[in-house]
């Protein structure tokens, strides 16, 4: 289960569980985590991202018990992985005691794996990044000491991302987790940045917004200095062209003037008295037409860019132009 991509090992455990031999069987965890393991198996342009182990019961003779998981688990995080990533879509419990994952073998919800246990496993293990994903109920119980409800215990370099509180349920719709549907939209490209990076917290970001208040709530629990990215999509601006940010905006407040030179089109019969495009601002007004597209600038006092340019007022950096011209500057992208 082991590939390294580069220098960099990548390992996921990916766990779905439908059949239960004591309990209410599910419908929609196995196809959940054929979709997870479908879309971190490789990035957007093809190359691989992780090396996937996929786990499913769907009926009696694939059954998944307590003891198969534990090994599993221990056998994902035993190594110094890059990245060392655990999902699973099942049934959970939760009670005084702590919370649990339910396996195939289960006849009460205190006999599953506990959570306690996982937390452990993973806190000892070597790997630089640890990440735990679980679509169940009553999962954002993970993190937390028994007896304990406030307390977190997170070794450096741990993420949990889990569907629920630890006092609701998950929630399925249409043979899938509502929680895993919005997971896979985001790895898909969905919650990328402008490099093409999907990072845990853009993922939760993604998921947070796409559930309302009174919908089941993701817990996201972090202990990392830096988030590692869990996939690579085609980035909506080319690195080329976002680099150009800090030579078309020398300073980040200021304001980088337009005028008529700057837009090709002439179809606007107020306009035709103006002089004629230049071709070396016509170029850079497509990279900050590109820019406001994906909302790194604004035009100053018009609505659209086109008129920003007709009327020669000009455009700046938002808030996030801001963030990504720092990053530019600093050589950190």
């Not at 002089?275 to 406001?292: A, G, H, M, S, T």
Request: charged share 25%; glycine share 6%.
């Amino acid at each position: 289960m082991q590939l390294k991509i580069g220098d960099k090992m990548r390992k996921a455990l990916i766990v779905g569980i439908d059949y239960y031999k004591n309990v209410a069987p599910l419908f929609g965890c196995v196809n959940d985590a054929y979709s997870v393991k479908s879309v971190l198996e490789r990035n957007n342009d093809g190359t691989i991202n992780f090396a996937t182990k996929l786990e499913v019961a769907s009926n009696e003779s694939s059954a998944i018990s307590r003891k198969n998981l534990k090994e599993l688990t221990k056998e994902l995080f035993k190594d110094d992985s890059d990245v060392a990533l655990f999902y699973f879509s099942g049934h959970g419990y939760v009670e005084n005691s702590g919370g649990y994952l339910i396996t195939s073998d289960c006849s009460e919800g205190d006999d599953g794996f506990p959570l306690t246990e996982l937390l452990q496993i993973a806190n000892e293990s070597k790997a630089r990044n640890k990440i735990i994903i679980l679509d169940c109920c009553h999962a954002g119980f993970m993190g937390k000491e028994v007896g304990n409800t406030n307390v977190s215990t997170m070794s450096e370099g741990m993420t949990i991302l889990t569907a629920s509180s630890e006092t609701q349920y998950a929630v399925e719709e249409n043979g899938s987790g509502v929680f895993t549907s919005l997971l896979v939209d985001a790895l898909t490209g969905s919650a990328s940045n402008l490099v093409g990076d999907i990072t845990p917290g853009s993922v939760y970001a993604h998921i947070d917004q796409s559930l309302g208040p009174w919908e089941q709530r993701p817990i996201f629990k972090t202990n990392v200095k830096s988030f590692t990215s869990l996939r690579k999509v085609q980035a909506p601006i080319s690195l080329e062209d976002l680099k150009m940010i800090t030579t078309l905006f020398k300073e980040i407040n200021s304001i980088f003037k337009l005028d008529p030179t700057f837009e090709p089109k002439r179809d606007n019969i107020d306009f035709k008295d103006l002089p004629e495009p230049i071709k070396e601002n016509v170029e850079k007004f497509r990279i900050l037409q590109k820019y406001n597209r994906v909302n790194l600038v604004v035009p100053v006092d018009e609505e659209h860019m086109y008129y920003a340019a007709m009327n020669s007022t000009g455009c700046k950096l938002t808030p996030l132009g801001e963030h990504y011209w720092k990053l530019v500057k600093k050589e950190r992208i």
